[in-house]
């Protein structure tokens, strides 16, 4: 079975889980204005820019009205700006081949990543000693990349271990049980982890690889949003530019708006919010006019076109519009 046709069974039992949590719906305080439905995943990363708009009612202050809803990991929420169920997500970097593919527009850049880990039961010391292990990873995700990076490096292939497609919260109890040697994965998560499996082993993390690739998480729209809802794109671009704005200003105070959001403690958050790199508005601005993120993104189409789940990349300045963010500054 396809990526894609796991994807699309796993989606409707997404939106389907979604309805019933409490992130889901949270809104943007306002009662009235233009709907827009935003995916987002429970972390730092990918609800900090919400929580904030909500809080502060930068919704309503460009007149659109949020249905947010929360989802395990990035794909799920390209398909469903495929299907028309979403008009904003926002991905992780192992998700960005999505729309390097033409499946969706990369509409703002938000942090750099560094969540990322491969991990593995107590006794193995090396990535060498991956031969033969088992290991879980959710596919098409930030997690199968730091995995694969973290092979190439040790001279290993898939073929020389044993690959297991795992959703989120499998991997989790999967490693807690034993059930897995070692998986790709990520933080908030493997902290949930660590309660059950102390001398669990970070063999490899994100920032092993900068030298290589940057992994830079994503706000990302449908297709047809970005080309034939304009000013509804322009309107949510503005509305995520001041909220980084606010993040950028408040570190404190956005980790206790996420948390608020989330539904967890603040330390938890924190922790989560240390293993990244926030990006400012400035320097989105700039480096998007430089050429940097185009350099970031290209860099990315590479690995995912060695790697075999990308064919060919449409190119950055065709799935990232950089006009539309920096343009959103000057309304």
């Given amino acids: 079975m396809t990526i894609r046709k796991r994807l699309l069974g796993a989606l409707a039992a997404a939106l389907l889980a979604a309805a019933t949590l409490t992130a889901c719906g949270s809104g943007s305080g306002s009662s009235s204005g233009e709907e827009v439905r935003?995916?987002?995943?429970?972390?730092?990363?990918?609800?900090?820019?919400?929580?904030?708009?909500?809080?502060?009612?930068?919704?309503?202050?460009?007149?659109?009205?949020?249905?947010?809803?929360?989802?395990?990991?990035?794909?799920?929420?390209?398909?469903?700006?495929g299907s028309g169920?979403?008009?904003?997500?926002?991905?992780?970097?192992?998700?960005?081949?999505?729309?390097?593919?033409?499946?969706?527009?990369?509409?703002?850049l938000n942090t750099l990543g560094n969540s990322d880990?491969?991990?593995?039961?107590a006794g193995t010391t090396g990535l060498a000693g991956l031969r033969g292990k088992t290991i879980g990873v959710p596919q098409g995700t930030s997690g199968e990349m730091i995995l694969t990076l973290a092979l190439q490096q040790a001279g290993l292939t898939k073929n020389d271990v044993k690959i297991v497609p795992m959703d989120a919260s499998t991997i989790v109890s999967a490693f807690s049980s034993k059930k897995i040697d070692a998986a790709g994965f990520?933080?908030?998560a493997i902290a949930t982890i660590k309660k059950q499996v102390?001398?669990?082993?970070?063999?490899?993390?994100?920032?092993?690889f900068a030298s290589q690739l940057q992994f830079p998480t994503a706000f990302v729209a449908g297709n047809d949003v970005v080309t034939k809802q304009q000013d509804k794109a322009r309107k949510v671009v503005s509305v995520l530019r001041d909220a980084m704005k606010y993040r950028s200003a408040n570190p404190e105070q956005a980790v206790k708006l996420t948390a608020k959001m989330l539904k967890t403690d603040e330390?938890?958050?924190?922790?989560?919010?240390?293993?990244?790199?926030v990006l400012n508005v400035d320097d989105l601005d700039r480096m998007t006019q430089d050429g940097t993120i185009d350099g970031w993104l290209s860099k990315m189409d590479q690995y995912f076109t060695a790697s075999g789940q990308l064919k060919q990349s449409v190119g950055p300045k065709t799935y990232y519009t950089g006009d539309l963010f920096t343009s959103a500054g000057r309304s």
């Fill in 85 to 108: 169920d979403l008009d904003f997500g926002y991905i992780g970097p192992g998700a960005m081949w999505l729309p390097a593919s033409g499946q969706a527009k990369v509409v703002a």
């Fill in 198 to 208: 102390p001398d669990l082993v970070e063999l490899a993390k994100d920032s092993d």
């Fill in 38 to 81: 935003f995916g987002y995943i429970g972390d730092y990363n990918g609800t900090s820019l919400l929580a904030i708009a909500n809080d502060q009612g930068l919704w309503a202050k460009y007149g659109l009205k949020a249905d947010t809803k929360v989802f395990t990991n990035g794909p799920l929420q390209i398909q469903a700006l």
């Fill in 117 to 121: 880990r491969v991990i593995t039961q």
């Fill in 186 to 188: 990520w933080y908030p």
């Fill in 267 to 277: 330390g938890t958050v924190a922790a989560d919010a240390a293993n990244n790199q």
